[in-house]
């Protein structure tokens, strides 16, 4: 089958695409015909070798976090799937992806995929959209008529924040780049405004961060919290803030996998209550060109990569 890997960190230049063998599934795991994957800024670290700490690749390695296609073997002791489901899934930050045309991936992370979307488009929900589920209720905790404030709002993961938050009850207030209002604003943020710490009428419950910011930011928000209240950072290379004295909490997220989160998202995304924002298709063989367009400049919304011959229905 063919396959993008690479052998080395480096550059993206280090990705090729070629010819591997076929995985098999041992048991409790799924081989996936793979119809997309998605790509996913933190892979570009992964590739670069600056997350070697946190997220240890054996090399050579295949990226792709992101996996939608339709189950093609089922390992031993696997129950609930069926050859020919249509299934969606974010792998373990560790594992091998899905930048390939088959992959093998655990029973226990998958969800049958959205039946209102494209199957390859599908591939760009799971990271992204439980990332955003995990920092607003996991670990935020946000209930109805709570005030969040999502720094970033206009990336992918912040765009499906502050879908969840309004479809939750909160109040959301925004803060984008000059060029992402419009998708705040399409989401259904209360209020938008520009980078920085706005000023607010009063303080928020819950402060998300989906951005890069200077660490003065960074402890400028812990202060438009109230007391007892969370801020939730996703740019884990600097810690979040928190201020003991008056109980504010500062966690830092590291998405995870989760089959029965990633099935309520797909509820929502089949009911109409979550949109899938602004989606690219590229072939899988063009990856390494996307990595390389991603290191010049953030890439606006989703990129897909389509395995060859996946069909696009």
């Avoid at 000059?178 to 980078?195: N, T």
Wanted: glycine share 12%; no cysteine.
């Amino acid at each position: 089958m063919k396959a993008v890997r690479f052998h080395e960190y480096g550059t993206p230049e280090v990705l090729r695409y070629e010819d591997v063998d076929q995985p098999v599934p041992g048991a409790g795991e799924i081989r996936i015909r793979v119809a997309a994957t998605s790509f996913n800024p933190v892979e570009s670290n992964i590739r670069a070798g600056v997350m070697q700490g946190p997220i240890p690749v054996r090399l050579p390695h295949t990226p792709g976090l992101d996996i939608a296609g339709t189950v093609d073997a089922l390992g031993e002791d696997v129950t609930g799937f069926a050859i020919g489901d249509r299934v969606i899934g974010a792998l373990p930050l560790t594992s091998t992806g899905a930048a390939a045309e088959y992959v093998v991936a655990p029973a226990q992370i998958l969800a049958a995929a959205p039946t209102g979307v494209p199957l390859v488009d599908a591939a760009g929900l799971p990271l992204v959209g439980l990332t955003a589920w995990q920092a607003l209720f996991e670990h935020a905790k946000l209930t109805a008529g709570q005030r969040v404030l999502i720094n970033g709002a206009g990336g992918v993961v912040g765009g499906y924040a502050v879908q969840l938050a309004k479809n939750a009850g909160a109040y959301v207030i925004a803060t984008t780049g000059p060029g992402s209002s419009d998708q705040a604003k399409l989401a259904g943020a209360d209020e938008i405004h520009g980078p920085g710490i706005p000023e607010l009428s009063e303080p928020v419950d819950v402060v998300l961060n989906f951005a890069p910011i200077a660490p003065e930011q960074m402890a400028a928000q812990a202060g438009v919290i109230r007391d007892g209240g969370v801020l939730v950072n996703t740019t884990v290379w600097m810690p979040a803030a928190s201020d003991e004295a008056r109980g504010v909490r500062g966690i830092n997220l590291f998405f995870r996998p989760d089959a029965e989160q990633l099935a309520q998202l797909v509820t929502l995304l089949d009911a109409g209550k979550l949109h899938l924002g602004a989606t690219r298709r590229a072939p899988l063989a063009a990856l390494a060109q996307v990595h390389a367009e991603a290191a010049t400049a953030p890439i606006s919304g989703k990129v897909v990569f389509v395995a060859p011959n996946a069909t696009l229905d």
